[in-house]
């Protein structure tokens, strides 16, 4: 007797699930940031145009792999190609690697929520600092390692419940929640004074240098590794996680217009977060009185040091912002690992099934996180390398922890090596044609040329500038 295989109840359940999986903490820390450092409204161009034709692009192609295929991206990848079945193995690595931290940032947001919930509760005189209490908590790998337990314990049990009864069901839910909260932030955070300051941080060009937030303009081959990698991190590709959503999904859909739309999503949602964030970062650091090139307003320190001051600055109010804010990062937090962990579920049950056999989800949702955490377990006792527990170079700047570590080699490297090798593959191995049949089972109107010029030639010729971009950052 044949099974069939699981999918999702509705097309719009599957979006809400794929803008859960783009939507995560490098939305929330990456891309304003870096938006603000490399010129503002022209980094936001060069991202544009980088999500458009490339990342549109891969995006596409994933979810029309997957789901032509009807398997994860090993096997995907396994039935398509005879050259490059290889790429399915980083795309099966990748999630343990990123995994390894999202866990562990994900378990801090439930510590800051707590605390704020708390301070929120009985009063909230005497907080300690931003400062402090990230540091009390770096220092303490126990309480890191159990917190990520429990980020992953939450996750297990999404994913242990199925394609639409667990992933879907949640984002459903969270998106929504998600968005609504983050119009809330946004709103509490332009009203406070000095806001404006933040706002043209991010969107005049130049201005973070002029005003001293930022030592120096980026080179243009930097910021087009750096608005490179952001978008394919941000939109989860090159690691099996779209392959993966798409071969859930019902042949009738249109495979364009889902990717135009999460693309967008995505690109959206990491705009307002930086309008959520920055401004109030910026507020709150003049307030204090300090120094604007001091301001912290990217990676985990914005989030886990200067966000929580902006809140502890505003007392008993703050702590209930406080609150929203680390469930929104929560949510965005889980929706995205859910998406990396069902990369690794989908592999070993797809397995199960060649063999004959009915796979056990639970059980091998289990497995999975259990592994997961093991690399948790070392990126909690290194405390973003401040425990001193590995010798990590102190002169090296990419990597001295365990978090650069991981990220090193999930983002940096198997992550554009895996899209420039699919590019090639689909362009010059399989085809353009075998990915176009695809998209046109639900898409009548006009792709094929831009498609195929795309694929060939621009997509792995930006992919080598992406490259070489982070290995002149690496070396330099
Ligand atoms: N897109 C997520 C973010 O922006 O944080 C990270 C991510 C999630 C990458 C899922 C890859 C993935 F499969
Ligand atoms: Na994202």
């Known amino acids: 007797m044949e099974t069939k295989r699981a999918s999702w109840a509705s097309n719009l359940g599957f979006l809400m699930a794929a803008i859960g999986s783009a939507v995560g903490l490098g939305n ?52 398509l190609t005879k050259k490059f079945r290889w790429i399915g193995w980083l795309a099966l690595f990748s999630p343990f690697a990123v995994m390894g931290f999202y866990a562990v940032l994900g378990g801090y947001c439930i510590e800051y929520m707590a605390l704020n919930l708390s301070n929120f ?69 332009l009203t406070l004074p000095g806001a404006m300051e933040g706002l043209k941080f991010m969107f005049v060009p130049g201005y973070a240098v002029e005003a001293g937030f930022v030592a120096e303009t980026p080179s243009l081959l930097s910021v087009f590794a750096s608005a490179g990698g952001q978008m394919f991190f941000s939109l989860s590709l090159a690691m099996g996680a779209m392959i993966t959503y798409g071969s859930y999904l019902n042949q009738k859909e249109d495979l364009v217009k889902n990717s135009a739309i999460i693309v967008f999503a995505d ?45 502890r600055a505003m007392g008993t109010a703050g702590a209930l912002f406080g609150v929203i804010f680390y469930l929104l990062v929560l949510i965005a937090a889980i929706s995205s690992a859910i998406a990396l962990i069902e990369v690794d579920i989908t592999y070993f049950l797809d397995r199960a099934e060649q063999k004959g056999r009915k796979g056990n989800r639970p059980k091998v949702a289990f497995l ?10 070392l990126v909690g006792i290194d405390g973003l390398g401040t425990t001193g527990v590995f010798p990590w170079p102190a002169t090296a ?38 990915v176009l049949d695809e998209l046109h089972i639900g898409y009548t109107g006009r792709i094929d040329t831009f498609y195929r010029i795309c694929i060939k030639y621009i997509t792995p010729i930006g992919m080598l500038l992406v490259l070489a971009g982070q290995v002149n950052d690496f070396f330099s």
Not at 38 to 57: C, E, K, N, P, R
Not at 368 to 377: D, E, Q, T
Not at 410 to 424: D, H, R, T, W
């Open 28 to 79: 929330i820390w990456g891309f304003p940031y870096k938006m603000g450092k490399s010129g503002g409204f022209a980094y936001l161009a060069v991202y544009a145009l980088l999500a458009i034709f490339v990342g549109f692009i891969v995006m596409a192609s994933e979810l029309a792999m997957g789901r032509k295929t009807g398997q994860g991206a090993m096997g995907t990848y396994h039935a």
């Open 121 to 189: 509760a009985f009063g909230s005189e005497s907080l300690a600092t931003g400062g402090e209490l990230f540091a009390a908590m770096l220092s303490n790998p126990a309480g890191a390692v159990l917190f990520a337990a429990l980020f992953l314990a939450l996750c297990y049990l999404i994913n242990r419940s199925g394609i639409s009864g667990g992933i879907e069901k949640f984002n459903n839910v969270g998106m929504p929640t998600l968005f609504v909260m983050l119009v809330v932030i946004i709103i509490r955070s």
């Open 267 to 311: 690109t959206l949602v990491a705009t307002m977060a930086g309008i959520a964030v920055i401004p109030a970062a910026v507020a709150n650091g003049i307030a204090s009185g300090t120094p604007l090139d001091q301001i912290k307003l990217g990676g985990p320190n914005l989030l886990f040091v200067t966000l929580q001051d902006v809140f």
């Open 368 to 377: 999975v996180c259990l592994a997961i955490f093991a690399v948790s377990v």
């Open 397 to 434: 700047g990419w990597n001295d922890s365990m978090l650069d570590f991981v990220d090193m080699l999930s983002e940096g490297l198997a992550m554009p090596i895996g899209a420039l090798m699919m590019s090639i593959m689909v362009g010059w191995e399989i085809r353009p044609q075998t």
